[in-house]
């Protein structure tokens, strides 16, 4: 009967079954506290989990100040939170610096007029950057001759040329970057092992104490149970061969085991049983409360078999996990095998004299070599420093190597994906923040007329135009374009000729009397107006065509003083429709070009007139012109904002109202004219601080990404994963912010093994050349991306720390009744040292990278330093949990990349500093190792020359031959402090990858073996620091001071799951042997 009944049963039935006995065990050991106990319990965890001291005259635990709390005192957390608060704080002071140094060139910078821009922000912008470097009478260089000898500053006459000055400014520049260079070094080499050792000799902590054995016997021949003890005994031996004679010399042994990964699954299963107490709880109290109450209706019936139901459910669960893990949960402790060891000693100088014992086991060579009394039961056991506690991942310290290797290549190819990824959004929001001095100078009309000042009528024996600033005849000039006509105010012009000598010169309507007295009669006005306004001739091609310069030959009879050339968008009505036509209300204006009349009586030729848009607007208009020209156009067009009289006119009034005129309500004549100006006007600011704010929202989004990756990679401590997680958002912010920016917007002919990059618009932007445009168009978004990174990246943590996680803590702590889990809830959001080193070391390299063009980024440094030193210390020490104990690896790594951030200062500043339309200045004393590296100065000159004068569709052949003769420039006297610095740079990078990949795993071992030799330390001796003390002030700063994984209350679960499996193992154990 029975086995019929064995028979019949049902599995589940069974389960459930277990589970009820599993809740009536659990309900015999319940006790029930009140929400006000529960909360008080959960308080006092939260505030041992933060950076606070223990208080044993209140017995309490007490919040650190703020501003009474210096950086070295932080070294309680761990050496690597102090290191980064001093970094933070001397990096501010090294900004200050060199904002100092260099404050010469960002007043000079201020002081310039090279900038023209309509939008205000981009103006004011690029007045700080070394594109407004210099000044020309009237706001304009018309040759290049004025451009090499301008002034310094905005003041005429001239009393000092550019060029006299150029040497300092870039030798200012130079000793900048030599200064954040030297304290990157000092940091590293002197003040990191300072602070290092300032922080061990002021704080005991658990690694003062213990060693880490990463190689070490798997699994003992005999006695496998008693794995700790022999250990231990080992430890002692070796003790006793020095000289020792202490039978406590260890004082702790903790074995990680082999779990076969499965302490995340044990973790899982500990937060079940937890989940199951909770139920478990909410049953006991219903009950109890319906009890006393004297009640026990049908709805607290049906409410407990609910709980109970729910529990029997997380048990069935739990049950599937034990079931996956079989193997593991069905073995005691004492049975897995060891990966790993630590072994800590009563002492800290027997753990120095230990290790000392130990100094050759690091490298595999004189491992093999291990003397037998070093070895244990047979095996060489490799020794290291051990890190805290609290550094430690426990769930994957079992995990292998080679898997590790594995999952952290694959991971390093997702990080490129997703870097990709982002770079190609990035590259579309970058696409929509460009100044107007980022297009091109092209027009469909173009216009030569004549100014109020000058003396005669015009007339012409012959005018052509070309796309290029020298005005070389490459054929790319308006005699090989398609031109539809010539016309002036009363006649077109089509198939006309200029003929030869003068033959068939075109003479302007301005001499006509009786075309003048037409003009006036018809449109209104003296008939001096209609001189000033018929006196032009234009020029309609088929396409529209860039004009960079110009030449004409004048009748000898015609000797203008200047004239001025305007750019139409859209072709003119037909004669019949044009007598009141004017250019001014119809055509966008460039600067005007002054000419040098021949005192000869011969037809003469003006050459070298340069053309460039006048953003000036320096002509008044008024608002009935404006609201003509308005009428004129299409409600919705874009004419009503691109026309130049309209922006010419609402940049006027935005001046003289201020800004109120931006804002609504357009009521007036002014506003209603220019809403759509305005509109615009604000479009162009957002997608700008758009484009900035996208930089920042990627690089939180690859963030999310990043902690999975490295989660995934299974590193064994937190400083690991730290340092991990610091190098691929480094990577990822510092492309992003750096260095995309300025490969999207250059234009570059890639070569075949490159052209996949063209998939992220690498090389396809409008820039050759680091120049005045450049600096406005692109260097002020850089300006914007680097202010917003000071409170952007700051102030979140603080808005998570003081309003989202008290927020979230009220609302999910409602009704939890397990003590375990309420902690959970209250404890303080961690705070991310990966997260800010990256964010800081981004601030770092913009900095360095682009601060040779644009100096003011020295003084956001700054602020930035003082903004991240405070809040970021609030946060830490009010606002977030107690941080893992970093050591100094990350600050290392950080300050191994200060040398790469000078590199790239040297390559965009020299660029800058050897472009002579930016910074002119003479060849210095290094052109000799310039035409040694790269090409003579003969060359130089035929290579720019050809490069320049040639036509748009020819410049790509030529580009990269034209960037090897603009090395050359780097040893001009502007920038010959910095071309020293990049050819110093190139030996150190050319020696150290040779080292690095070459020779290091051959000459390491030999050289430590040779350091060991010649520079004997004596090992620690005496009386020292003990364990007692450490565990003392452990507890008094709250500092975890085992190594046992029942001892980290962040693996509280997996000790309780591990715990259920031993015993239920042992229960199994003990039927067995009673059957």
């Not at 003890?229 to 080992?234: A, G, R, S």
Request: charged share 20%; with cysteine; hydrophobic share 40%.
């Amino acid at each position: 009967m029975a086995q019929a009944r064995e028979a019949g049963s049902n599995p589940r039935e069974e389960m459930e079954e277990e589970a009820r006995r599993h809740l009536k065990d659990l309900e015999a050991h319940v006790q029930i506290k009140s929400r006000k106990e529960l909360q008080e319990v959960a308080k006092t965890h939260r505030d041992k989990n933060a950076c606070t001291e223990y208080d044993e005259a209140t017995g309490r635990y007490k919040y650190k100040s703020c501003c009474g709390t210096s950086a070295s005192k932080l070294g309680v957390f761990g050496v690597g939170v102090s290191l980064y608060f001093q970094f933070l704080r001397q990096m501010g002071l090294v900004f200050l610096l060199c904002a100092i140094l260099l404050g010469a060139n960002s007043t000079l910078n201020i002081m310039g007029n090279m900038v023209n821009e309509n939008s205000a922000l981009y103006k004011y912008l690029g007045m700080t950057t070394i594109g407004n470097l210099g000044a020309c009478e009237g706001g304009r260089c018309q040759t290049d001759e004025e451009v090499q000898e301008r002034c310094v500053w905005n003041q005429f006459p001239c009393e000092l040329r550019l060029k006299e000055v150029t040497q300092w400014l870039g030798l200012a520049d130079g000793l900048g970057i030599l200064m954040v260079l030297a304290w990157g070094i000092l940091f590293q080499v002197c003040h990191i092992p300072r602070a290092v050792k300032a922080t061990d000799d002021a704080n005991l902590t658990p690694p003062d104490f213990a060693v880490d054995i990463t190689v070490l016997p798997y699994r003992l021949n005999a006695g496998h149970e008693e794995y700790e003890q022999k250990l231990k005994q080992h430890f002692i031996s070796i003790l006793q061969s020095l000289g020792i004679e202490d039978s406590n010399a260890v004082a702790e042994v903790c074995l990680v085991r082999d779990y076969d990964g499965a302490i995340s699954t044990f973790m899982k299963k500990g937060n079940i049983i937890l989940r199951v107490c909770v139920a478990c709880l909410l049953m006991f109290a219903a009950f109890a409360l319906k009890e006393l109450e004297g009640k026990e209706d049908d709805a607290s019936k049906k409410a407990h078999a609910k709980l109970e139901k729910k529990s029997i459910k997380k048990y069935m669960q739990m049950k599937r996990l034990e079931r996956s893990i079989a193997t593991q949960a069905a073995m005691s402790d004492e049975q897995r095998g060891v990966v790993r060891a630590f072994v800590t000693f009563s002492k800290a100088s027997y753990k120095e004299q230990v290790l000392h014992h130990y100094r050759f086991s690091r490298f595999f060579l004189f491992r093999c070599c291990q003397n037998k009394d070093l070895r244990f039961e047979g095996s060489a056991l490799l020794l290291h420093e051990a890190c805290e506690p609290s550094d430690l991942y426990w769930e994957n310290l079992d995990f292998a190597s080679w898997k590790r290797w594995c999952r952290m290549c694959f991971v390093i190819l997702l990080t490129f994906v997703f870097l990709i990824l982002c770079s190609a959004a990035l590259v579309f929001f970058q696409s929509l923040s460009k100044s107007t001095l980022a297009s091109v100078n092209e027009h469909l009309v173009w216009v030569v007329k004549s100014t109020p000042d000058t003396n005669t009528c015009l007339g012409f024996c012959d005018v052509e135009m070309f796309s290029d600033r020298l005005c070389s005849s490459n054929g790319d000039t308006s005699n090989s374009w398609q031109t539809v006509k010539l016309f002036d105010q009363f006649n077109d012009y089509t198939n006309y000729d200029w003929g030869s000598g003068c033959a068939n010169n075109w003479t302007s309507p301005c001499s006509s009397a009786p075309l003048r007295s037409q003009y006036a009669s018809t449109c209104g006005g003296s008939e001096a107006n209609a001189s000033a306004h018929t006196d032009w001739i234009g020029f309609e091609f088929e396409s529209k065509q860039q004009v960079q310069c110009w030449h004409a030959t004048f009748p000898p009879s015609i000797k203008p003083d200047e004239v001025q050339l305007f750019g139409c968008p859209t072709a003119p009505p037909a004669p019949e429709n044009r007598s009141c036509w004017k250019v001014e209300e119809n055509c966008a204006p460039m600067y005007l070009n002054t000419l040098s009349p021949d005192t000869q009586n011969t037809a003469w030729t003006s050459t070298d007139n340069k053309v460039a848009a006048d953003m000036s607007c320096s002509n008044e208009i008024t608002a009935d012109v404006a609201k003509a020209r308005w009428e004129s156009i299409a409600a919705g067009s874009e004419e009503r904002v691109l026309n130049p009289i309209i922006n010419c006119f609402c940049q006027q009034q935005a001046l003289s109202q201020g800004p109120g005129f931006a804002f609504p309500p357009y009521d007036t004549q002014e506003k209603q004219i220019c809403e759509a100006w305005i509109i615009n006007n604000a479009a162009v600011v957002g997608k700008v601080v758009g484009a900035a704010l996208a930089v920042l929202v990627i690089n939180q989004v690859l963030l999310l990404i990043y902690e999975y990756l490295v989660a995934f990679e299974r590193h064994c401590t937190v400083t690991e994963v730290t340092l991990s997680q610091f190098w691929k958002l480094f990577l990822a912010q510092m492309v992003n912010t750096a260095l995309l920016v300025l490969l999207v917007n250059a234009s570059l002919e890639l070569p075949p093994v490159l052209q996949f990059l063209r998939v992220l618009q690498v090389g396809s932007g409008q820039f050759d050349e680091l120049n005045v445009t450049w600096y406005v168009s692109v260097g002020t978004g850089i300006c914007i991306t680097i202010f917003m990174q000071v409170f952007s990246t700051t102030v979140p943590p603080l808005i998570m720390a003081f309003i989202v996680k008290p927020c979230l803590s009220c609302l999910v702590a409602r009704g939890e009744v397990v003590q375990a889990r309420l902690n959970e809830m209250y404890v303080l959001p961690p705070w991310n040292l990966s997260l800010r080193m990256a964010q800081t070391l981004t601030v770092i390299f913009v900095i360095c990278t682009y601060s040779g063009g644009m100096p003011l980024l020295y003084f956001v440094g700054f602020v930035y330093s003082i903004v991240a030193y405070w809040l970021d210390k609030w946060c830490l020490l009010r606002g977030s949990s107690k941080p893992p104990a970093y050591n100094q690896s990350i600050l290392n790594v950080c300050c191994n990349f200060l040398p790469l951030a000078a590199f790239l200062h040297t390559v965009i500043a020299g660029w800058t500093y050897g472009n002579q339309a930016v910074v002119p200045s003479n060849w210095s004393s290094l052109l000799v190792v310039a035409e040694m590296l790269f090409l003579s100065e003969d060359e130089y000159y035929s290579v720019t020359s050809e490069y320049l004068s040639a036509p748009a569709k020819l410049k790509k052949d030529l580009q990269w031959k034209y960037y090897e003769a603009r090395m050359m420039d780097m040893a001009r006297e502007g920038c010959w402090l910095i071309f020293c610095i990049f050819l110093v740079f190139c030996v150190y990078y050319i020696l150290l990858w040779l080292y690095k990949l070459l020779l290091k795993p051959f000459l390491s071992p030999i050289l430590f073996a040779l350091k060991d030799c010649c520079c004997k330390k004596k090992a620690a001796e005496g009386d020292s620091a003990t364990w007692e003390a450490c565990i003392q002030e452990c507890r008094r700063s709250n500092i975890l001071s085992s190594y046992a994984l029942n001892q980290n209350d962040k693996y509280h679960a997996a000790a309780l799951a591990i715990a259920h499996g031993d015993d239920r193992a042992k229960k199994h154990d003990t039927i067995s042997a009673e059957l």
